[in-house]
């Protein structure tokens, strides 16, 4: 397989990092979980219930696109659970690959407040839904993104991602 960079993104809850880190598996690569890289001051902020801004994301998404540009100067394909909400983020990130994949997990408000709810231990309170929609700008059709639902089992999910990747 030839080295690729797929980056698993959606709003807060959605499932980047379950998703991600099954798809990581089925394909045999690294997974990157982008969350791991915000600095503590994002982690406050978000923990505080404020949204973070372009300002805040910024040095993020550069130290992620590092880890894409690091990985694919090695050959490693890498599978990302990153937000990557809006299309400039999305550019930041094509700074590390420019020949990067994207996978949108497509979920509603109410699907993710649901999740988030029942989820312990996140520094993203349910608080801040609302915020990650508002940012939200689905990929565009020149993003090469694959775009899925999470309405099915997290193994459906992955699996119909691993045959559109096939395709």
């Known amino acids: 397989m030839t080295s690729q960079c797929l980056v698993v993104m959606g709003v807060c809850g959605s499932g980047k990092s379950e998703i991600g880190s099954r798809l990581a598996a089925s394909l045999g690569c690294r997974f ?5 890289f915000h600095p503590q001051a994002n982690r406050d902020k978000m923990h505080a219930g404020t949204p973070l801004n372009d300002d805040d994301r910024r040095d993020w998404l550069l130290s992620l ?9 090695q050959g490693e ?3 990302l659970a990153c937000s990557a909400l809006k299309r400039r983020y999305r550019d930041l990130l094509r700074q590390g690959d420019a020949s990067l994949r994207l996978v949108y997990l497509r979920a509603t408000p109410h699907q993710v407040a649901t999740r988030m ?4 231990g996140h ?7 609302a915020s990650q929609f508002a940012d939200l700008e689905p990929p565009q059709h020149d993003e090469r993104a694959l775009s899925c639902s999470v309405d099915a089992a ?9 045959v559109a990747l096939a395709a």
Not at 32 to 36: L, R, S
Not at 117 to 120: F, G, V
Request: no cysteine; glycine share 2%.
């Open 32 to 36: 990157i979980e982008g969350d791991d």
């Open 65 to 73: 696109a590092h880890e894409l540009a690091a990985a694919r100067e």
């Open 77 to 79: 394909s890498v599978v």
């Open 117 to 120: 709810l029942a989820r312990q």
């Open 123 to 129: 520094f993203m309170p349910v608080e801040l839904v």
């Open 154 to 162: 997290p193994a459906q999910i992955v699996e119909s991602i691993m």
